[in-house]
């Protein structure tokens, strides 16, 4: 019997030397342990022997199962292990690896341009406000004191929605809505998208982008109006840049001027691009606050006058830059738009 055991011992150590998966050892498990596995068929042929062979042969086959089971329990282990290490070599991620990483994208020159416009505007001392593109002929006309048979007011130069509201032509329609609304004095700027039938050229959009200034208090006057351009402009472009002051005519400022600065290409030297006047294209229109409009709005003319005056936003861009064509601002060419 003790032969036949070491026998049985023997061959379940070489045979578990060569289990290398979950299957195999579980097969082992059933040819040894199972129930016609070589342990129990060993423990059935106790009974075949004599009374004093019976407990030693008992504890040698009792001792061998032990061993065995502990030899699948441990050899199982080893197995899940390995198993797992390589499932984990498997899905194993380099986080030294190189990507390409995400191209994240900027706000358009527009939009970098109207922020700084806002903040300069903010640092000396003015709201900023924001408006509907949409609005109404009694704020973006009546109001302004241009009266019904107005060139403006005609439907060649705007886009309307019905007879009392359309795309806003210009940010002054935010002048009434805030000398209604708020507690004077006012100072504020709002910048935002207009919309006009122009015919597109190199400095002209059918939409385009307009930043509004209103100052109301006692006392402002023309040389307040001019402080504000000089200082914002040269905030804007650097001291080396001039403004000129032209008259003009709008029907909700009296005076009215427009204003053009330095060309930004030739330095006010003259170049093909500025005719040789060395000024850039118009940049701006305008003015005091004509008393009517103050008056529409509920505001006492005799006691407070105003300034006010609305820029194109991407004219200023054009200067600030060097551009010669308002188009490469809408264009969407990703050669131009990556430079800023
Ligand atoms: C106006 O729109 C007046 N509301 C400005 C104003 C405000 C006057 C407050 C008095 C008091 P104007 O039409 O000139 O004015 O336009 C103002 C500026 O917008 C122009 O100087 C120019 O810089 C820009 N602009 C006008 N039309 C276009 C266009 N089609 N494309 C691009 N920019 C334009």
Redesign the pocket.
């Known amino acids: 019997m003790e032969e036949n055991i070491k026998e049985v011992l023997a061959n379940f150590e070489s045979e578990i030397k060569e289990a290398t998966d979950l299957d195999k050892i579980e097969k082992l498990r059933v040819n040894y342990l199972g129930k016609k596995g070589e342990i129990t068929t060993l423990k059935k042929s106790i009974a075949k022997l004599s009374k004093e062979e019976k407990p030693q042969a008992g504890k040698l086959i009792n001792e061998a199962s032990k061993k065995i089971e502990k030899a699948l329990e441990e050899k199982n282990e080893e197995v899940k292990a390995n198993l797992l290490k390589k499932k984990v070599e498997a899905e194993k991620i380099d986080v030294t690896a190189h990507f390409d990483k995400a191209h994240s994208g900027h706000l358009a020159v527009i939009n970098q341009t109207m922020e700084e416009l806002e903040s300069i505007f903010q640092n000396m001392g003015f709201d900023v406000v924001e408006g509907p593109e949409v609005d109404t002929v009694k704020y973006v006309f009546d109001d302004l004191n241009s009266p019904k048979d107005h060139p403006a007011r005609s439907t060649s130069d705007t886009f309307y929605i019905n007879d009392e509201i359309l795309l806003r032509p210009?940010?002054?329609s935010m002048?009434i809505r805030v000398m209604k609304e708020c507690k004077l004095p006012i100072k504020m700027v709002s910048a935002g998208r207009v919309f006009?039938n122009?015919e597109v050229d190199a400095?002209?959009?059918?939409m385009?982008h307009?930043l509004?200034c209103l100052v109301v208090d006692e006392k402002v006057s023309m040389a307040n109006l001019k402080a504000t351009l000089e200082t914002f402009i040269k905030e804007m472009f650097g001291d080396d840049m001039k403004l000129r002051y032209r008259p003009h005519h709008?029907p909700?400022?009296e005076p009215?001027l427009?204003v053009d600065v330095t060309c930004p290409i030739c330095k006010g030297k003259g170049c093909p691009s500025c005719g040789n006047t060395g000024w850039s294209m118009?940049?701006?229109?305008?003015?005091m606050v004509h008393p009517k409009v103050l008056e529409n709005c509920g505001i006492d003319s005799e006691k407070y006058t105003g300034f006010?005056?609305?820029?194109?936003v991407?004219?200023i861009a054009m200067v600030k830059y060097g551009l010669d064509d308002?188009r490469l601002l809408y264009d969407n060419d990703k050669r131009f738009i990556e430079q800023f």
């Open positions: 210009h940010t002054s002048q006009r122009d400095t002209h959009s059918p385009f307009q509004e709008f909700f400022t009215s427009e118009e940049l701006l229109g305008g003015g006010a005056f609305g820029l194109g991407d004219r308002i």
